[in-house]
């Protein structure tokens, strides 16, 4: 009864915030990042998510981070305007795929070269409009043991291969989730948060909805990353990353979520 209740609900909020779109229609990248960061709040709200957030989410640039489910978009939108360069995949999975392409997402087909080249030009252009771009450069998503090793291609939007300097300030994150003690004793992040290997998106989303809290964790470096080619800059960035994911792991808070 619970999940049923929760995805009535969840219908209602996507409804409302389609009908928001259809009457309002934005159409600048401001009005649109508004309009997905509204609907994220009120999707979130029915799935019970709630966002704490150490650091300052950069105004502009772009924001490394790390990847494990389609619920990382909504959160990270939800916190502040912003774009997003995702997979092509993404562009075709159900509500979400339509909610991301409405937004702005940038979609790069991986293992295409000038895919990805395109992609940067992009990075570029959107930027130069004042929003900040997150990207997730492990390329696919995880179940949130570990962080994969960075790509580095997409990083050409951001650095000065012939100079080393940054043409654009770059931020790394790392985005966490814990549950809340009053969750089923088989849930998992791993297997009710994280969407990756071969999971399937319905399935993924009742075991969602099942869940009774969700307790996502934004962490922000303080410092911009120091850019020098491609490679060196996607190596700093992972290795931040991943001190960030260690801090959070080391937190109180944390421990006694996962432990309960």
Not at 21 to 30: G, K
Request: net charge positive; glycine share 6%.
């Amino acid at each position: 009864m619970r999940t049923t209740f929760k995805a009535l609900q969840l219908c209602i909020a996507l409804a409302i915030c389609f009908a928001d779109y259809a009457l309002h229609w934005p159409r600048d990248v401001h009005s649109r990042t508004r309009w997905s960061g509204q609907g994220a709040r009120g999707v979130l709200r029915v799935l019970g998510v709630e966002i704490n957030v150490t650091g300052e989410f950069p105004a502009s640039g772009v924001l490394v981070c790390n990847h494990m489910s389609y619920l990382d978009v909504l959160v990270l939108c939800a916190v502040a305007p912003c774009f997003f360069v995702s997979k092509s995949e993404v562009r075709s999975w159900p509500v979400i795929g339509w909610l991301s392409t409405m937004s702005g997402t940038l979609y790069v087909e991986r293992n295409r070269r000038h895919s990805a080249l395109d992609a940067n030009r992009r990075i570029r252009e959107k930027i130069s409009q004042g929003l900040p771009v997150v990207i997730f450069p492990e390329g696919t998503t995880t179940d949130g043991t570990h962080v994969l090793p960075f790509k580095t291609s997409i990083f050409g939007a951001v650095c000065d291969e012939k100079s080393s300097d940054a043409v654009i300030p770059i931020h790394a994150a790392h985005l966490g989730y814990t549950l809340s003690p009053e969750n089923p004793p088989n849930a998992s992040v791993a297997q009710d948060i994280s969407y990756w290997g071969e999971m399937t998106f319905l399935p993924h989303l009742l075991r969602m909805l099942r869940l009774r809290g969700v307790h996502a964790d934004l962490r922000i470096a303080k410092n911009t990353v120091p850019v020098a080619d491609r490679k060196q800059t996607a190596r700093l960035c992972e290795n931040i990353v991943f001190s960030l994911r260690e801090s959070a792991s080391e937190a109180p808070s944390n421990r006694q979520a996962a432990s309960a």
